[in-house]
């Protein structure tokens, strides 16, 4: 009976013990969990921060090894990605865009190196940067170009064509479609592409229809293809295409 009792004693202590582990382990887990996830405050605030945002492209190398812009009195490094846009970046407390570089003067950490207006009638925009090659007086090192990147003006399912060179180009899309894109002036076609997607071709020439350049891409029905085209590299005479998709 002795033996009996003491082992009964032991194995109701090891479950008591077993079971203080055990809710010690799950609490431990529900606080780490609770102080990982935001609070709800902190999440609408960041959606709040978000709604007027920014992407960007660096079409040619910078001679900088930082660049910044502004947002309100908040200077914030933009992080470039080769072959790919930027990740989204806010511009809530913004006027006017403007981009900065380090300097060496205490007074003014952060010189001007590039300026653009805010796209109007969009919450969502896409900044192209590159060198600026113009000998104006005043002129900014740095040359902007924004677009409105929104769904409304670039929807899912659909291709964008950017024309950067200094005449307008003709465009054979899809096989049945043909149209002119002007420079600087984004033109969009939209396609009823499936889940399981599908290549699209499509060809360049100029006025006189002489082809310059083309390819077909595959794209899907959630997603968006962007074409940038610009005048031949050199030692080419095919139009120098690059690709985006998002």
Known sequence: MGKEWKWARTTV???WVFM??????????????????????????KDKDMRVSFTAIELSKLPYDKVYYRNGKEFIEIKWRNGSKTIPYSLSKAKVFEIFIDHDDPEQPYLLVG?????AGTNKMLYFFAPNASQQEGALPVRLYGIDDSERAFPKSSYRFINFCSVPLVIDFDKK???????????????????????????????????????????????REMVLIFPPKKGSKRMDMRFFSD
Do not use: Y
Not at 36 to 45: G, L, N
């Open 177 to 223: 479609n043909r149209f002119i894109v002007k420079p600087g002036k984004p033109t969009v076609k939209k396609l009823n592409l499936s889940k399981a997607g599908a290549f699209t071709p499509f060809v360049v020439r100029d006025s006189k229809g002489k082809v310059l350049g083309g390819t077909r891409l595959f794209s899907h029905a959630t997603n």
């Open 20 to 45: 203080q582990t055990v809710m010690l382990a799950w609490l431990s887990l529900a606080m780490m969990s609770s102080a990982q996830e935001p609070s709800s405050d902190a999440v609408q605030e």
């Open 13 to 15: 202590g090891c479950r």
């Open 115 to 119: 300026k653009a207006p805010l796209v």
